[in-house]
């Protein structure tokens, strides 16, 4: 019986083993930028991006090849199950002049097969069609450009939010592991007679608060995961570590160079994509004005016709009939009732009014620009603020302790100095993150992916 116990337990602990072994093997550890290059290649997102760029230059060529030459090729097969019956003058068989007899003519079955080559010589809108594939393949160039930018944004929130959770979870626990310490001797100090039951209130006061936000920080944690594996395009539940730490971060995206940096507007991808608004409406335009042009094309088949009373087409010795026509069709607009006029006035209109949001997006990019510059500066700012801060509120929650601890201060005071810690260990925590994302959205509107 011992042995079998040993022998289960043993199997217990290399399942244990094996299963603990399997999922650090399957954990994926990543880098700020690790995560973004990851995701750049797995981001729902930016997966469609990838097929919208592909389907442009599929639909490119759609447009090209309706110039080109068209082959089609047409079967038919006819049994007429009750010929028709016409009416001659009887006297061309014999008959009485004035009477008339019924005939048929033609066999019951018949099989045609034909096959024509089309080819366009001119159409206007053909031109303009052509010319504007390459406006929408821009266009879908820019907006693979814009969500590979957005994916980067997302990526790197995402990234911060998971170190400041993870942060928080590690702070919270030290204020926790502090606070049951003071709770303790305190509440052992009253005990003995020597303090008063308001210390321990204050104290379980405090010490509840910490542990109701430890455990909001531990959920978040998860949360925040999860949100970062979802942008990354990894399946949420799925393990994942990040090698850098909050504070490290941080220090290497203050980079006051990056204000001085030169701005071209024709590198922000809003402006790309307005670019291309303008440009859509203008083909349109030309679109309009290509309908009051006349349209040529040519076509050329060759066919064969066989009849007969059953259906024998198959048989070698069918006589099969040959036709071929060679043609032009030349249509020529003429008179509309002013409907071609009126459409390409308002494709006129539609351009101008493309034009002034190209202008008016100009100028809300540049103020977006002085205003991330302006929230970076304030971040980098803040950081440097709560840095000092969360300094003086640990020297100012010490002195509080000692004080408290040879009575020279009320619990009242000490809770205080250490809530006021708190508040600054969580601004701290949050302008380093202020940073990263101040950052990156200064570099989006720069269209710098550095």
Known sequence: MKNQLFNLLSLLCLSLGYAQEKTVENTRSFSLEEAIAFA???????????????????QKWETIATGLPQITGTIGYQNQL?????????????????????????????ANAT??????????????????????????????????????????????NVLLAKESVAIFEKNKSNLEKNLFETTKIFENGLGDEESVEQLQITLSSVDNQLKNAIRLKGITLQMLNLVMGIAIDSPTTLEENLDDLALKKIDLGLLESEFD???????????????????????AKSRALPTLNAFVNYGASAFADDFNFFNSDQKWFDSSVLGFDLSIPIFSSGKKSAGTARAKIALEKAKTQLSEAE????????SSKS?????????????EN????????????????????????????????YDAQQNYLQSMVEVINKKTALETILNNKS
């Open 363 to 370: 100028e809300q990019i540049r103020l977006q620009l002085e």
């Open 115 to 160: 096959a024509t080559l089309r080819q366009q010589i001119f159409d206007g809108s053909y031109i303009v069609g052509v010319q504007a594939t390459k406006a929408f393949l821009s266009f879908s160039r820019n907006n693979k450009e814009k969500t590979d930018l957005e994916v980067r944004k997302a990526v790197t929130e995402a990234y911060g």
């Open 265 to 287: 507007m024709k590198n922000n991808v809003d402006f790309k994509l307005a670019t291309n608004l303008n440009e859509q409406r203008y083909f349109e335009w030309k679109l």
């Open 40 to 58: 750049l290649e797995n981001n729902y997102g930016a997966i469609n991006a990838d097929r919208d760029l592909i389907d442009a230059k599929k």
């Open 390 to 421: 969360l300094n003086l509120a640990e020297r100012i929650e010490h002195k509080n302790q000692i004080k408290y601890n040879e009575g020279l201060a009320s619990s009242f005071e000490l809770r205080q100095a250490q809530t006021q810690l």
């Open 82 to 110: 009750k010929q028709p019956v016409s009416l001659i003058p009887a006297e061309f068989a014999g008959g009485e002049p004035g009477t008339f007899v019924p005939i048929v003519f033609g066999q019951a079955q018949q």
């Open 375 to 387: 929230n970076y500066i304030l971040a980098i700012e803040q950081y440097e603020t709560a840095k």
